[in-house]
């Protein structure tokens, strides 16, 4: 079992940054993979990205180049560091966590899931 709990959410300007992060439990954190994914109001769930338990990191296109994913295993957690940031990337953004090697994408590899934190982005 492992419980996720992010941070780190906020009110931030277009073209500012925030650092999202997400703390698990459970003493098996570097055997998951994890990922980042979003969802704004009236939209499914879509994927942001995802760093295997390699730290092999992937992106959905519309955040490469912007948004970073990284993961601290001694500290059991894993950020988002979000540069400039565009009203589109208004949404609850949720940590999530899958028991393989590989580098899951779709909402239904994943796990488990944290709460969400809410990012709004102000034009």
């Known amino acids: 079992q492992v419980q996720l709990v992010e941070s780190g959410g906020g009110l931030v300007q277009a073209g500012g940054s925030l650092r999202l992060s997400c703390a698990a439990s459970?003493?098996?954190?570097?055997?998951?993979?994890l990922g980042w994914f979003r969802q704004a109001p009236g939209k499914e769930r879509e994927f942001v990205a995802g760093i295997t338990r390699g730290a092999i990191t992937y992106y959905a296109d519309s955040v490469k180049g912007r948004f970073t994913i990284s993961r601290d295993n001694a500290e059991n957690t894993v950020y988002l560091q979000m540069n400039s940031l565009k009203s589109d990337d208004t949404a609850v953004y949720y940590c999530?966590?899958?028991?393989?090697?590989?580098?899951?994408?779709?909402?239904?590899?994943?796990?488990?899931w944290g709460q969400g934190t809410q990012v709004t982005v102000s034009s």
């Open positions: 459970g003493r098996t954190f570097r055997s998951y993979a």
């Open positions: 999530a966590a899958a028991a393989t090697a590989w580098g899951p994408r779709s909402r239904g590899e994943y796990d488990y």
